[in-house]
T-cell receptor
Framework: GAVVSQHPSRVICKSGTSVKIECRSLDFQATTMFWYRQFPKKSLMLMATSNEGSKATYEQGVEKDKFLINHASLTLSTLTVTSAHPEDSSFYIC?????????????FGDGTRLSIL | AQSVTQLDSHVSVSEGTPVLLRCNYSSSYSPSLFWYVQHPNKGLQLLLKYTSAATLVKGINGFEAEFKKSETSFHLTKPSAHMSDAAEYFCVHSSTSGTYKYIFGTGTRLKVLA
């Protein structure tokens, strides 16, 4: 149980393109999902918290207009990297909890490797 | 402030020997702690979690962790390393914020030598 699916797993595109990444909870509903960015050989950096039916909460320093988040249903959150540039190349990972509470673990997707040429 | 410190960025062990990955935490309340493993180009997989029910926590793939309040530690161990254990390991602490965001350690890369 508690499977989070992320799509696509890898995307390569030209500079200036907008890229959408999907995060789905397959066997549970998630009012909250988390989006992370991971640089090579580094830990995960929280970008934003996606809230179903309302605006996402962005971490300090993350550009809201660059990284658009939509959480339109209880099983789907999307991250759109708008007008992507080479510096946006990174590994993006989403997560969600199947149960609420501080002691409940987050379940992670397999990540999306984004490469901007 | 809450924090997590992973004391070793890299650990190398021989196959069949014990594994010890160290984690210390800082918290003003009873913490919720987790260990995750990440294989290359993959997401994070939960190994185990501590939630105050028992100080010795057993996880998947033969991993264990012991919560020691007096030492503010939550070290991850495994009696016998396998080649497939080679990966990045993260010690994680849940914050007390409304969405219980994760506070990550910097990670420990485990290398298993044949």
């Amino acid at each position: 149980g508690a499977v989070v699916s992320q799509h696509p797993s890898r995307v390569i595109c030209k500079s200036g393109t907008s890229v959408k990444i999907e995060c789905r909870s397959l066997d549970f509903q998630a009012t909250t999902m988390f989006w992370y960015r991971q640089f090579p050989k580094k830990s995960l950096m929280l970008m934003a918290t996606s809230n179903e039916g309302s605006k996402a909460t962005y971490e300090q320093g993350v550009e809201k207009d660059k990284f658009l988040i939509n959480h339109a249903s209880l099983t789907l959150s999307t991250l759109t990297v708008t007008s992507a540039h080479p510096e946006d190349s990174s590994f993006y990972i989403c997560s969600a909890r199947d149960r609420q509470g501080i002691s409940q673990p987050q379940h992670f997707g397999d990540g999306t490797r984004l490469s901007i040429l | 402030a809450q924090s997590v410190t992973q004391l070793d960025s890299h650990v190398s062990v021989s196959e069949g020997t014990p594994v010890l990955l160290r984690c210390n935490y800082s918290s003003s309340y009873s913490p919720s702690l987790f260990w995750y493993v990440q294989h290359p180009n993959k997401g994070l997989q939960l190994l185990l979690k501590y939630t105050s029910a028992a100080t010795l926590v057993k996880g998947i793939n033969g991993f264990e962790a012991e919560f020691k309040k007096s030492e503010t530690s939550f070290h991850l161990t495994k009696p016998s390393a396998h080649m497939s254990d080679a990966a990045e390991y993260f010690c994680v602490h849940s914050s007390t914020s409304g969405t219980y965001k994760y506070i990550f350690g910097t990670g420990t890369r485990l290398k298993v030598l044949a």
